[in-house]
């Protein structure tokens, strides 16, 4: 379970040896963070979705 999975709104992670990242939307609604969509367009998908 990572930071995302647990509230946070940008998760970075290691995939094949590069950064990405993860962002929740739900957890940016809550917090008050508005994102851009070209921002979540580069983010990594969520797999449960």
């Known amino acids: 379970m990572g930071f995302?999975?647990?509230?946070?709104?940008?998760?970075?992670?290691?995939?094949?040896?590069?950064?990405?990242?993860?962002?929740?939307?739900?957890?940016?609604?809550?917090?008050?963070v508005k994102l851009k969509a070209a921002f979540l367009n580069l983010s990594l998908k969520d797999e449960k979705r």
């Open 4 to 32: 995302a999975d647990r509230g946070g709104v940008i998760e970075f992670v290691l995939v094949e040896g590069k950064m990405k990242f993860k962002v929740s939307p739900e957890a940016a609604k809550r917090h008050g």
